[in-house]
C-alpha cells in the first residue's frame, strides 16, 4: 500500500516538472498525452486561452476499427498519426511535447513517433 502511494507521488512530481516547463499556445500548442490501461489518448492544448483544440484517441471510429488492442504501441503509433493528420489540415506546424510525467519510450514514444510522421515538428 504505501508503495503505491510513492509511485502516484513520485507521478505527480514529475508531472507538475514537466508542466512547470512546457506550455502551449494558440500557435504552439501542447501536445498532451494521456494513457490508460486499455486506451491512449493525445490532444493538442492552447494554454493561453485554457481550450483543447484537437484531440484523438483509440476510441475514435476512424482509429478503432483498425485496431486489435487499444492500448499497445501499434494503437498509440496510430492514434499519434490521426493526431498529426488533423493538426495538419488545422494549420499546425509543430508543437510542444507533454509527456504527463511518463517516461519517454512504449506507448509514449509511439505517439510521438505517429505525430513526426504525419509531419508535426517538436
Do not use: W
Amino acid at each position: 500500500m504505501a508503495d503505491t502511494k510513492t509511485t502516484k507521488a513520485r507521478l505527480e512530481r514529475r508531472r507538475r516538472r514537466v508542466r512547470a516547463k512546457v506550455h502551449g499556445t494558440a500557435e504552439r500548442p501542447r501536445l498532451c498525452v494521456t494513457r490508460s490501461n486499455q486506451h491512449v489518448y493525445a490532444q493538442l492544448v492552447d494554454d493561453d486561452n485554457g481550450v483543447t483544440l484537437l484531440s484523438a484517441s483509440s476510441i475514435d471510429s476512424g482509429v478503432k476499427g483498425e485496431l486489435e488492442k487499444g492500448s499497445d504501441v501499434e494503437a498509440a503509433r496510430a492514434v499519434g498519426k490521426v493526431l498529426g493528420e488533423r493538426a495538419k489540415e488545422a494549420g499546425f506546424e509543430s508543437v510542444v511535447f507533454d509527456r504527463a510525467g511518463r517516461l519517454y519510450h512504449g506507448r509514449v514514444q509511439a505517439i510521438a513517433e505517429g505525430a513526426r510522421k504525419a509531419g508535426l515538428e517538436f
